[in-house]
């Protein structure tokens, strides 16, 4: 059917389903000159720092982009490991894996919003090895503006300069999914079960967002809460007395965030008396700089600083069995009638 084509034609492939995974974005290398190029693209998007142009670049092109990158860089150079950011490496690994669940019917490949592998680039390798349908999926279990909508924007963009589109389905938020939901509590457990101590508590750590953005009507803070109910309704059964909070992460910026604060509540906790904690971050769908850093290494040292004696930082969901085969079920689900 392709003999009508002329001869300069590019190869028309033969027509497969797509599925693209999408997480945030790293840096391509922890040094400052790499944190910058990667800040300069997500701090510059006004879905992410929704303050005017004009008020908003001279502060980020005058300091933030001064300061940030060489604080940032020495941030991520102790996580970084031998295949790179975890967040890139991770993102890479679950596509892998989901890959090979789903088989050579589908192609999956993975993108970061910000820096690389991007975005746009994927989709068009994708059509051009021949998805005429593609599911792009970014693993954010709660959706807010700062990163779900932005992941459509950019997909939207590429979309944009594309003659021939594909066709285009995207995963929704799956904060409340029963199989979310499943998949935390039996990773939860496990990962309990392997502690050399009993926590007192199970801290459940989101990622922070301007409380403003709750108010203008983002529902990020009540899919986060509702994840966190569900999660701690489906651990009480198993662990009656693990008493489970809820704090935000990771502040940036002057505004009020999200409350209450990660650091304050490890804080509170130690010098209330609570010795043992275990911290989770449901809201990440893959380990990165802010749970490898900022929740295990710095987290550990504040709770211990202010009293406590034990500490566990538990790993996101990753390429884990239950995490896995969420995964399998979110997307299958999707592509019914595509395969
Ligand atoms: C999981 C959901 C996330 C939300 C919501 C979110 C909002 C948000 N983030 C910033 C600013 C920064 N975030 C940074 C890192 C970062 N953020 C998320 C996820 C969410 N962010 C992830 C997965 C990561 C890790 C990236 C990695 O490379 O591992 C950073 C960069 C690191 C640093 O310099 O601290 C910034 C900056 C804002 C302003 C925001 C909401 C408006
Ligand atoms: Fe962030
Ligand atoms: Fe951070």
Known sequence: MTDHLPANHPPVAKLRVGVLLVNLGTPDAP?????????KEFLSDPRVVEIPKLVWWPILNGIILNVRPKKSAHAYEQVW???GSP????????AAALQARLGDG??????????????????????????????????????????????IDALGAQLAKMRWQPAIR?????YDDAAHIEALRADTVR????????????????????????HLGDPYHCQCRKTARLLAQALAPTHPDLRIEVSFQSR?????WLEPATDAVLDQLAKAGTRRVAIAAPGFSADCLETREELAIRGAEDFKAAGGTHFAALDCL??????????????????????
């Open 31 to 39: 040094t400052p000159k790499a944190v910058r190029r990667y800040l």
């Open 170 to 174: 995207t995963l929704p938020p799956y």
């Open 81 to 83: 490991g031998p295949d």
């Open 87 to 94: 967040l890139a490496a991770i993102t890479k690994a679950q």
């Open 318 to 339: 990753n390429t884990s069995d239950a995490g896995m085969a969420m995964l399998d079920t979110l997307v299958r689900r999707e592509l019914a009638g595509w395969i």
């Open 252 to 256: 940036f910026g002057r505004a009020k």
């Open 106 to 151: 589908v192609m999956v490949r993975w993108a970061m919003r910000y820096g690389n592998p991007a975005l746009g680039a994927e989709v068009q390798a994708m059509k051009d090895a021949g998805c005429e349908r593609i599911l792009v999926a970014p693993l954010y279990p709660q959706y807010s503006g700062a990163t779900t909508a932005t992941v």
């Open 191 to 214: 990962q309990l079960a392997a502690l050399d101590f009993t926590p007192e508590v199970l801290l459940l750590s989101f990622h922070g967002m301007p409380e403003r953005t709750l």
